[in-house]
Every structure is written in C-alpha cells, then in structure tokens.
C-alpha cells in the first residue's frame, strides 16, 4: 500500500548529470542565488560588503536580476514593495553588522504590512559564530538576536550543506499567512569556500493556509445573518490576501457598509454605495461603526490609527478575522477567528444564508459621508483638498502610489481614492520616514509597466536622496513628489499644539531640483495650480522624474482628543 507521504519526486537526467558534474568555480554564495531561483526568485535588492562578497559574485554566474541601491535600508524599503506587489518573498542581500542593522527599521515596516522579505546577510566567520570575541570586522557578540523581535523567523547556516534547505524554510515562513520578513544569515567562510554540492535545482516550496475553523465560521455566519445594522472594517490582510472581490460580495450580499483602515485602502471600492471610504480618524465615523449591532472586522488588529486612536468603543457583537495570532481580540473582544482573510471570506459566501438586509445601508452611509465632509468644509483647508485632488487626477487609476510619513500621507490616508486594491501603500505599519521613494523603486522593479508615484516630504525625502542615483541607474519609471514645507511638518503641527512652539522641526534642505538634476533626473518646481499638468507630464515621460511642491500644508482637526 502506497501513501501519499511515501511519493517522492525523481530526479531527471538531465537532474542527475549536473549533478554528478557540478560546473567548476562554484562557491558557498552560488549554492544562496541556485536556490532561489529554484524558488522562483527573479529580482534580488541589496548592497554589496566584505563578508557578503560570495553571495554578490555569485549572481555574476546566475539570471538573477540585482538592483543595488545606496542604503540597506532603503534597499529592504524597496523589497518590501517588491513583495507587497508581486505577493513574492523578495530577496534582500546583506552584509554583516553595520550593514545588517541598518535594513532594522525597514524589516520593522515589513512585519507590520505583512510584507515578505527574505532577507539574508553574511556573518563574520564560523570561528566567530558563538558569542566569542574575536575581533572580526563587524562583528556581533549575536547578530541574530537582534532581528528575533522584528522579523517573523532566524535561520542561521554553519554549513554549505544547510543553505537550501535553510533558504528554503525561510522562503516558506515569509509566505505563509502572515506573510512578512524572514532573516538568514550566512558566515563569509561557507559563502567563499568552494562547494562540493551539485546545482540546486529544486526548489517547490509549499506555504501553510490558514482555513477558518468551521464551528466558529458557523457562530459568526450566523450572527451576521440575524444582524440588523452589520458593518465591516477591512484592514490591509484583505489586501495582502487578494480577498477584495470576495469581501464586496459578502458586504452587497449583507448589505454591510465597509470602512477600510489606511492599511487596507484599496479593498472596497471607494465609490461603492456601501462604501464609508477610509475616514477613520473622524468621530462621525466611530460613531457609526459603534452602533452596528454586528461588526465583522477582516485583517485588523483595530490599533492605534484603525480605532480612531483607541477611543472606538463597539457596542455590539465584534468578529474579528485576523490571520496574526498575536492581533487577535488583543484591543476588543470578539468572536475571534484565526484565518486567512480570503479564505475566511469564502466560507462565509458559503455559509451566510438569508440574511437580513437593510434597505437604508446606502443612505445611512451617504448622511455619514456628508457630516463628514461639512467637518473638514468648516475648517477653511481648501488647498490641502486641492492638492490631493491634484495627485488623484494626474495619477493613472491601476499605477501604484507609495507615502511617505508626511502631512499629504496623512490626508490621503482617510481622504485619497486608491482607485483599485494593492495600488496605495504608506509606511504607517511601523511609521518610519523616508518609505516612499526607494519603495516606488522596488514596485517600479517588480512592474516597469506602470508609472510609480512616490510622494515625501522634505523631511522624509533627506532619507532617500542617495537613491537618485539608483532610479538614474536602473532607470525605473518612478515620479517623486516632494512636499517642501521647510522642515518636519506634522511634527511642527504637533509640537506647536500640545506646547505652544515647535522645536527641532525646522530644517536646512537642499534646492531640490538642482539636486536631482545633479544625478540626470529631471526635475520641476511646480505651483497647487500646475502640480496636475506637471505631475501627469512626469509620470507619462518614462523614466525617473522629481516634481517639487513649495508649500505648507496643515491637518484636518482631530476628533480623538475631545
């Protein structure tokens, strides 16, 4: 008798003879770039450095695409795009120490967004594996323990022998629900060595699903057919599962208004006469939100910005659906189920029988939208509504956008029409600057058919001017807009509100046009009355382009603080 565990894939023999002839000159580093292509990787991020060296002449000898930009940091900003576009683990190569921990703060943003990464870095070599002090050039008495609270899981290699398979199960971990940022470090000695090992030519890996258990899809199927007043937040795991089309076929059939949270823009169309758009952070909509009798929330934690700052309080039955178990019922409780957001979705399609309706969703939706938009009318902030209006009209409805923390982000975050899912993307996951230029980079990379839009600040665009020089050099079709307002100014708004004066908010910066032309990237300083005819030109040019906004811009007035 045959089961089905006891099947095992045969080699060919075209398998078995390159691997009894290995060609010559292969390393430890040929062993990393064979096994992921056999994993389907085509595009690889990085930068070079001493211990990593292995790894980088090893892609002289594969068909891996490298785009190398200037900071490790920016370059993990551009695979986590890489990944959230493609749904690919992008792979992110590093070097040891400073080089490493300088990708944190982008591995960070990563997890947050459920973003797969597959970074992996070199480590000083075996002999210094172990906390020892030896004295090796960047060395770390526990390099690993410094991404074990960040990244979703460590892999560390002391032998040729384990890189697949160590690749492999990382490879694996960043794609399985969550997904996110995976970390695989690799000692220079096992890169630089010459390997005995045949061609990795395998590489079929299977990430884990995540179904809902069906007794607590049954309770939840239920309830939502009895409610009277269901509403439903969409939070980015709608987005992250591909789940948008099953989740507006649920919200038509329950006749539920949808909200999404800024993570999950894009997963409900904005238009929808169900549609509460993203209007979070607006007591109107908290209001409504708490008087559902039934409220479904779909890959949310319910956090910090998604709970209008912690000041939502639901009255009635809360089903949360969340694939991270940490974020389950961790802010409300519920009926909480532990799934992937797609599949979770269907069982719903398939179990919701009959359920009430109420024929005044759409209507109610409408009266929200309208006090609403009264509020942000009664505080005279015309020019913020233009600009966005500005970037919406210039940018085409299917090209990705990419925000930096900035006051427009902000804006956008509850204002702006993402115009289809997986389109906008910001860096509030984790909430760092200088997101947004070298992430447009890694979209641009993963589909050079769109235009790319990145928009910062002149605060955030400090952080990223260095990757001029990479979109110049790849010639990635990437606009950035800059928003130069003279320093860091949400923090100038936020300081001056709670003591009276801003301090250290105010900032020397560059002409920034001059400076992108330096690097042979067209540049323009643009006007609120020409930013749509300029920005539209720039994005229609191929290319890199920078367009330049003087101005400053001021927040809404926030509902959470009273």
Known sequence: MTHDHDLVLRPTAAQTEAALNPPPGRNGGDLVVETLAGLGATTVFGLPGQHALGMFDALRRSDLRYVGL??????????????????????????????????????????????????????????????????????????AASFRGVVKSVHTVRTQSQIPSAIAEAWTSALTVPHGPVWVEIPQDVLLAPTPIPVVTGGDTFPEELPPRPELTAVAADLLARAERPAIIAGGGVVRADASKKLRQLAERLRAPVVTTFGGKGAFPWTHPLSLQSWLEDRHTTDFLEDADVLLVIGSGLGELSSNYHTFKPRGRVIQIEADLGKLESNHPALGIHADARLALQALLETVEEPRTDPTAPERVREVLDRVRARIASQELTLEQDVLAAVRKALPSRAPSFWDMTILAYWAWSAFDPGAPNTMHSAQGAGGLGYAFPAALGAAAADPTQPVLAVSGDGGALYSVAELATARQYDLNVTWLIVDDGGYGILREYMTDAFGEPTATELTRPDYVALAESFGVPGVRTSPETLAADLAKALAAPGPSVVVLPAVLRMFAPTHSG
């Open 70 to 143: 200037r900071v490790e940091n920016n370059a993990g900003f551009a695979a986590d795009a890489y990944g959230r576009i493609t749904g690919e683990a992008a792979p992110l190569l590093l070097s040891t120490g400073p080089g490493a921990l300088t990708s944190l703060a982008a591995l960070q943003e990563a997890r947050a967004a459920s973003a797969p990464v597959l970074a992996i870095s070199s480590q000083v070599p075996t002999a210094g594996l172990g906390g020892g002090r030896h004295g090796y050039l960047h060395e770390l008495p526990d390099q």
